[in-house]
């Protein structure tokens, strides 16, 4: 499976609500759910690339650094992570959950937006609240904060992220239901926000050389932690 689908290098960051883009009809004259995704004006920050995932064979949309997506809708959504946290909420009365994608615990959040964990869970919460979900009813599922860089241990990025959102979490309390955090692998992220899924791809190694410890370790195939209610598979 191609682990890299067209658009990954996409900026992450629009200043202004991104501009729809007309829906092409097809055959019939119906018109592609994605297409009827990607013409829908988007706030600033809100995931708008979208695709057909022959993997999955659902429409996916894809949550690029500093972007989020919520939905109630029967589709995916995707994210690729390093040292960065996605943060998936999930309100199991309302149906509806979503994603965010940060790379750094905070910062200036009118410069930096949705790229700053403090602002994207933030504009995360706020748009399940919008959508019909409850505080109270919220669950979370994390992951990310690898250590991707070999030997940059001074000032681990992923570290930093993983204890800031799992702070973050508890001061809100929404309960983290499973989590797939540090180590040092690349992750790639589908979550199902109708039924709160997620399945979690462990990419390949940024620095294989400590590929022998961790063999040695027994942590070459870690199982994601997870507690009862909390959905994630490995794929």
């Not at 695709?51 to 996916?60: C, I, L, P, R, S």
């Not at 390093?82 to 309302?94: F, H, V």
């Amino acid at each position: 499976m191609n682990l890299s689908p067209s658009g990954l290098g996409a900026s992450s960051i629009r200043s202004a609500t991104a501009a729809p883009v007309a829906p092409r009809v097809l055959a019939g004259g119906r018109v592609s759910r994605v297409d009827q995704l990607k013409a829908q004006p988007r706030s600033p920050g809100e995931a708008s690339f979208f695709y057909n995932d022959h993997h999955f064979h659902y429409d996916t949309v894809k949550v690029l650094p500093g972007e989020y997506f919520v939905s109630g809708d029967d589709l995916v959504i995707m994210t690729v992570l390093g040292s960065c946290i996605a943060a998936c909420l999930w309100d199991g009365r309302a149906r509806v959950g979503g994603m965010n994608h940060f790379m750094l615990p905070d910062g200036d959040s009118i410069d930096g937006g949705g790229r700053y964990g403090s602002y994207a869970m933030e504009l995360l919460i706020n748009e399940m609240l919008k959508k019909g979900a409850r505080r109270e009813s919220m669950q979370a599922k994390v992951f990310g904060g690898a250590q991707v860089m070999a030997g940059f241990t001074t000032l681990n990025v992923g570290e930093r992220n993983t204890k800031f959102v799992f702070e973050y979490l508890a001061t809100e309390r929404i309960p983290v239901v499973s989590q797939d955090v540090l180590d040092i692998h690349p992750r790639k992220v589908c979550f199902f926000p109708a039924s709160g899924k997620a399945l979690v791809k462990r990419l390949a190694h940024t620095h294989p050389e400590t590929l022998v410890v961790e063999e040695r370790k027994g942590n070459a195939a870690t199982v994601v932690k997870a507690t009862s209610g909390g959905s994630v598979d490995l794929f």
